[in-house]
Nanobody, 120 residues
């Protein structure tokens, strides 16, 4: 069983910065793909950024050049540095950890979410 705990959310004005952290339990962290998703009321959860076990990174187009995802396998923690925040970045941010099991399926876990509010 993996437990994920996000922190770092809050309220900022447009143009500000926040750094989200997600700490994970368990020993599978370094073998996992880690991601940050965002959800707003009435909308589906959307992928914001992802980093694979090998370090390959994906960003949603709207956050490229503003957000940076990184991981520290020694601390079992994934980060999302968010700069130049815009009101449309507002939402609940969820941490996701997944890995390919020996039984040939993806196993994944979610954090409880942290609210980010950007005011204009």
């Amino acid at each position: 069983q993996v437990q994920l705990a996000e922190s770092g959310g809050g309220s900022v004005q447009a143009g500000g910065s926040l750094r989200l952290s997600c700490s994970a339990s368990g020993s599978i962290f370094s073998s996992s793909t880690l991601a940050w998703y965002r959800q707003t009321p009435g909308q589906q959860r959307e992928l914001v950024a992802r980093i694979t076990r090998g370090g390959s990174i994906y960003y949603k187009d709207s956050v490229k050049d503003r957000f940076t995802i990184s991981r520290d396998n020694d601390k079992n923690t994934v980060y999302l540095q968010m700069n130049s925040l815009k009101p449309e970045d507002t939402g609940v941010y969820y941490c996701n950890q997944k890995w390919w099991t020996t039984a040939s399926f993806w196993e994944e876990y979610w954090g409880q979410g942290t609210q980010v509010t950007v005011s204009s």
